[in-house]
């Protein structure tokens, strides 16, 4: 039955990022308040690449950016400062820790960071149920029964 899932889909990656503060920060305050974030204190660009009109804000700018709260200051400061690393060379289990002993993060918040700023290919979420058979491959697992709209919570 898995495996029917799987070869409906042999394309279906987990979602990542190239700059690890992106994912973070719309896991933190969603896409809007990205957006908001990205408008008040991202370098706008000289000249638009088709919508693209501003380069993603710096950890140290949102740091003291207001309208992100203390969590998204608490992250961005952790990464401006590098007692946090979310760049691919960094130790997973380290960066889950630093990222839980943020004031305000919440282990699904830190279970989304892990996969997707880290590209963690075997993160099982709080709460759902995914094998431990299913190792090293749960981020992808996750992504299947999502979309199948699967996910026991």
């Keep these: 039955m898995h495996q029917a899932r799987v070869a409906a889909r042999p394309g279906l990656r987990a979602p990542g990022a190239v700059d690890p503060l992106e994912p973070a920060v719309r896991a933190l305050t969603g896409p809007a308040g990205a957006a908001r ?17 501003h380069l993603f804000p710096e950890p ?30 960094a130790d997973r289990d380290d960066a889950q820790r630093a990222l ?33 058979a299913w190792r090293p491959w749960r981020t992808y697992a996750v992504q299947h029964l999502h979309i199948a709209g699967e996910l026991n919570r």
């Design 37 to 53: 974030l990205v408008r008040r204190h991202g370098k706008t660009l000289d000249a638009p690449s088709g919508t693209l009109t």
């Design 100 to 132: 839980l002993a943020l004031p305000g993060m919440d282990p699904d918040t830190a279970a989304v960071l892990r996969a997707r700023a880290l590209g963690d290919p075997d993160v099982a979420p709080p709460g759902i149920q995914v094998p431990d």
């Design 60 to 89: 140290a700018a949102l740091a003291e950016a207001d309208g992100g709260g203390a969590p998204l200051a608490a992250l961005a400061a952790a990464l401006a400062d590098g007692a946090l690393r979310l760049d691919p060379g």
